[in-house]
């Protein structure tokens, strides 16, 4: 059974770059069998799509948000790293990362219990 715990600050000062280290575990070679992704939930709003990184690295990232987002992974650690530069309080949101066997159009295989950051001074 593939398990995700996502971890980093609960709390990023606005101008600030939010970091936050998904690790995946279980599950036999994830890296080559699922993209990994971000996904956030804002207070009262629903679902919003980050970025996922695929099997070959390859990244993608919502348009909106392409500018200030990093997609990073470690396969020797199982971990990969979202990084969300120059913050605001609109980034904050309860932030989850997934995996999905495909990189659209179908339900997330596996989800993280999610963690969440607020942006403030």
């Known amino acids: 059974q593939v398990q995700l715990q996502e971890s980093g600050p609960g709390l990023v000062k606005p101008s600030q770059t939010l970091s936050l280290t998904c690790t995946v575990s279980?599950?036999?070679?994830?890296?080559?069998?699922?993209?990994w992704t971000w996904i956030r939930q804002p207070p009262g709003k629903g679902l919003e799509w980050i970025g996922y990184?695929?099997?070959?690295?390859?990244?993608y990232y919502r348009p909106s948000l392409k500018s200030r987002t990093s997609i990073s992974r470690d396969t020797s650690k199982n971990q990969f790293t979202l990084q969300l530069s120059s913050v605001t309080p609109e980034d904050t949101a309860v932030y989850y990362c997934?995996?999905?066997?495909?990189?659209?159009?179908?339900?997330?295989?596996?989800w993280g219990q999610g963690t969440q950051v607020t942006v403030s001074s």
């Open positions: 990184i695929g099997y070959r690295g390859a990244v």
């Open positions: 997934a995996l999905r066997a495909v990189p659209t159009g179908a339900p997330y295989d596996y």
């Open positions: 279980g599950g036999s070679d994830t890296a080559n069998s699922y993209f």
